[in-house]
């Protein structure tokens, strides 16, 4: 209030002295009329005139010479109206009613005691400016204030006046409460009562909220409690696990609703925290085991829009029970589907094929059982850590099981295979495959030997690639970059590698044909693709000096005379197990084309030379080993296509055998390709476990190399960290390996301690 005041002419020491009874005396007439008014008492509003006597008289009292000088005495005074205000007629009232009634009442008195504090503040603003700056003392409006609060702290002894207190302040806070409870259970209340209510416990405060949190927040949160526990207790009895859910979201939906209409804001944190505590946390484990509505029950009915409601996040780590159940439940189904593809495999009746299908649909089950359950984690659990770690758990228990012999790693390798090669029996969309490749390589995160699938899939692009079976670059490219993106670049180098070969491999060709047509003096008579590939990028494969036929022998050296005339750095060597032919077949019924490998068209053009020929003829004249000669004869003499007879007609190939071209050989088709069986995949795993071996060493020597000195235990669990993207290593193993690098001079043992390696530089 800014104030405006006249002197009169008269000096300061001409003024005549005002004692302390008079100046007060008329001081009283002025706040009986204040009070009056207040009360709504027949009184005329004060009047300009009337202001300004009434501060003059103060500001007179104050600066008059001492001993006259009644600063600290109005000061006192000032304080003593509020007191005796707040005894004779507020305290009275508030007595003398309850409920609803009290707090109305309440809400009066405090209103008008701040117009009183405005008032008087204004009648004593002198104080205010000189003599309270001067001295240090509480504001007159926080005397005024304070005086609402502290009656009892500053009146001592008034035994009274404290009971008084002390009950309106029990029954204010209990008709609140009450209020609160009747509007829990469905009731309407008088909101803005209530906020205005609070609103006193708050600014009576002035900044601090030690009165509302003692007087009224403190209790409040007890019934709170109490409340929630006494519904609790029957809803646990009466609903199933999402019904109770839902009230439990209700009510907390409701009590941050109460906040924002009528509690003050720093008691929302606490009101949900003791809700939360007696709907959910004191009731977890029931909630989550109900037989029928459980969390298990939940899970195994797909209900995911009941899981969508579980609220157990807003406790302290109640998502952990969830996320242990949800992880139990997705480990169990995806052991089912194990079991459940092993029995098909087990049955003695199935066919290799039909169990090669199965694991197809094994794989295809997994990768929908992903896909549930990814959701789950993204819809329901909100995305949430701890489950994509749960789900994470779970499927590498079961994605690292085997599979009627195969391994995992081989299975998702062949079915990456099924998907990217011609004729495959996955008959699928270009945009179903990206996905499902994607899906791929997500599930290739949980496999623990990433580099035993890295080596059968390298294995599988390679006869793709060779033999023309991809059916699309592009999908070939797409994986590779997933691959690469989950795995890092030295995952893929090699593949990137062997499809790089592949581009090069056809313009080499273009090249080739060009110099043939340009020497005709080089033509080798028959048409002849090469494919000239890397040697690191590729799987290992046998190299035998076959003896080709004349008609070979002739292509391979045109060829190695072209290639030579580009470049005298690379040596060829020329992989004869991945060649194949089409020959002509003139047989009595007709003239066929057989398709067929370089080692069976080197077997069938003998016969060219002589009718009927030995075992030990054939082996001596192609220069190939007994296993690989007894796979090629078999596959001409004993299995789907009998091209060549053999003598005695048995199923098996022996070293006294003997064949002959079958000239009555006949078939509906003109054109048929003889299939050669593949070598064991044993082998893949063998060069595995070696390429393991060289990783493991390198790691240990990298390792010591930095720390120079190092104990066993930590030696090992930093090389079992290092490779645990590519594979997960075996302590043994390690150990196998350690002992290695000491006998070759990398490492040597300290003498002290048996258990300490140290680096030989």
């Given amino acids: ?270 009101l949900l925290e003791k809700v939360q505590n007696e709907l959910l946390s004191v009731y977890t484990n029931q909630l989550l085991e109900k037989e029928h509505s459980g969390c298990h029950a939940l899970l195994r009915d797909d209900k995911v829009q009941d899981m969508s409601r579980m609220l157990f996040s807003k406790i302290p780590k109640g998502l952990d029970p969830v996320a242990n159940i949800f992880k139990q439940h997705v480990t169990s189904e995806g052991m089912a589907l194990v079991k459940q593809a092993e029995d098909a495999a087990s049955n003695k009746k199935a066919k290799k094929k039909d169990v090669r299908m199965q694991e197809q649909v094994f794989v295809r089950k997994v990768i929908e059982l992903h896909d549930k359950y990814l959701a789950y984690v993204n819809d329901c659990f909100m995305n949430h850590t701890l489950f994509h770690k749960a789900l ?39 945009e179903a495959i990206e996905e499902t490749l994607e899906k791929v390589v997500k599930l290739l995160a949980y496999i623990s030997d990433k580099d035993l699938f890295a080596e059968f899939y390298r294995k599988k692009l390679s006869r793709r690639l060779l033999f023309d079976k991809s059916a699309n670059d592009d999908h070939e490219r797409s994986i590779l970059t997933k691959l690469k993106q989950q795995c890092g670049g030295q995952f893929t180098s090699k593949m990137e590698g062997m499809v790089t070969d592949l581009t090069l491999a056809r313009e080499n060709q273009i090249n080739f044909e060009e110099y043939l047509s340009n020497n005709p003096n080089s033509n080798p008579g028959i048409d002849l693709t090469v494919t000239v590939l890397t040697t690191g990028f590729w799987p290992s494969y046998k190299s035998f000096d076959l003896n080709l036929p004349a008609e070979m022998v002739q292509c391979v050296e045109v060829f190695r005379e072209f290639y030579q005339s580009k470049t005298k750095h690379r040596k060829l060597t020329w992989i004869y197990s991945l060649g194949t032919c089409n020959i002509s077949g003139k047989f009595e019924p007709k003239t066929m084309e057989l398709i067929v490998t370089t080692y069976q068209a080197s077997t069938l053009l003998l016969f060219n030379a002589s009718h009927r020929i030995s075992y030990q003829e054939i082996v001596s004249q192609l220069n190939l080993s007994d296993d690989d000669v007894v796979r090629l004869l078999h596959s001409l003499s004993c299995a789907k296509y009998k091209i060549l007879n053999k003598e005695p007609n048995t199923k098996s190939i022996t070293h006294t055998d003997h064949f002959s071209f079958n000239e009555k050989f006949t078939d509906k088709m003109r054109r048929i390709k003889i299939p050669l069986p593949s070598v064991d995949e044993k082998k893949v795993i063998e060069d595995v476990d070696k390429d393991r071996r060289y990783a493991i060493d390198a790691s240990i020597v990298r390792i010591m190399k930095s720390r120079k000195v190092l104990g066993q235990q930590q030696l090992v669990m930093e090389c079992v960290e290092q490779l645990g993207r590519m594979f997960k290593p075996d302590f043994k193993a390690i150990k196998k390996r350690i002992e290695d690098l000491i006998t070759r001079d990398y490492l040597e043992r300290d003498k002290d301690n048996p258990n300490l390696f140290r680096y030989l530089a």
């Avoid at 416990?201 to 009224?216: K, P």
């Avoid at 109490?226 to 999402?242: H, M, Q, T």
């Fill in 392 to 430: 994470k758990e779970a499927f590498e228990v079961f994605c690292n099981k085997g599979v009627a012999g195969s391994t995992s790693a081989e299975l998702l390798a062949t079915f990456c295979d099924n998907i990217l090669k011609k004729g495959g029996s996955e008959k699928l969309s270009n």
């Fill in 1 to 270: 209030m800014n104030c405006i005041v006249w002197f009169s002419s008269e000096t300061m020491n001409d003024r005549k002295t005002i004692d302390l009874e008079q100046g007060w005396e008329f001081m009283q007439k002025g706040i009986t009329k204040l009070k009056n008014i207040l009360e709504g008492l027949p009184e005329p509003q004060f009047s300009s005139e009337d202001y300004m006597m009434l501060y003059t008289t103060i500001f007179n009292m104050c600066t008059q010479k001492p001993p006259h000088d009644y600063s600290q005495q109005l000061y006192d005074k000032y304080r003593e109206s509020f007191e005796e205000y707040i005894t004779t007629m507020i305290l009275p009232s508030l007595r003398g009613k309850h409920d609803e009634f009290l707090l109305r009442e309440l809400v009066k008195r405090w209103a008008n005691h701040k117009v009183m504090v405005r008032w008087l503040s204004s009648f004593f603003h002198y104080l205010e400016r000189y003599f309270i700056a001067r001295r240090s003392l509480p504001a007159l409006h926080e005397v005024g204030l304070t005086c609402f609060r502290d009656l009892v702290d500053k009146l001592i002894g008034i035994c009274a006046i404290f009971q008084v207190y002390h009950e309106l302040n029990a029954k204010v806070r209990d008709a609140v409460i009450s209020l609160i409870d009747q509007e829990r259970e469905g009731e309407q209340i008088d909101r803005a009562l209530l906020k205005n209510v609070l609103d006193i416990f708050v600014e009576i405060g002035m900044g601090q909220m030690d009165h509302y949190e003692n007087d009224f927040e403190a209790n409040m949160l007890k019934d709170t409690a109490a409340y929630y526990s006494r519904k609790a207790s029957n809803w646990i009895l009466e609903d199933s696990c999402p019904d109770y859910m839902q009230k439990a979201k209700d009510c907390l939906k409701r009590e941050k609703e109460r906040v924002s209409h009528y509690l003050h804001l720093s008691s929302e944190s606490k």
